[in-house]
């Protein structure tokens, strides 16, 4: 069975940095990334890397998070920097593995909640 597990998520304020951690069990995953859902919104990708090291950003972060993954540990990381009210969010952890036929399987994390003072 597989778990996530995150850890890192809290309060700062505004132009502040969290570190968000994410260790799963099993096997290695074809990706892992990061989505966050606000009150009211849908849920969204902030970024993702595959087990290669390529990486993807929502446009409303780049420059101020940076995703990585240390695959021996199959955990994957996110460093929030120079933060903003509006990152306030549920944080979840996603692992993605492709299936045969070009199916994908998601496995999700309990999620961390972020806040971010003005």
């Known amino acids: 069975q597989v778990q996530l597990v995150e850890s890192g998520g809290g309060f700062v304020q505004a132009g502040g940095s969290l570190r968000l951690s994410c260790a799963a069990s099993?096997?290695?995953?074809?990706?892992m990334g990061w989505y966050r859902q606000a009150p009211g919104k849908q849920r969204e990708l902030v970024a993702a890397i595959t087990s290669g090291g390529s990486t993807n950003y929502a446009d409303s972060v780049k420059g101020r998070f940076t995703i990585s993954r240390d695959n021996a540990k199959n955990t994957v990381y996110l460093q929030m920097n120079i933060l903003k009210p509006e990152d306030t969010a549920v944080y979840y952890c996603?692992?993605?593995?492709?299936?045969?036929?070009?199916?994908?399987?998601?496995?999700w994390g309990q999620g961390t909640q972020v806040t971010v003072s003005s």
């Open positions: 099993g096997s290695i995953f074809n990706a």
């Open positions: 996603n692992a993605r593995r492709y299936m045969i036929g070009g199916t994908t399987r998601d496995y």
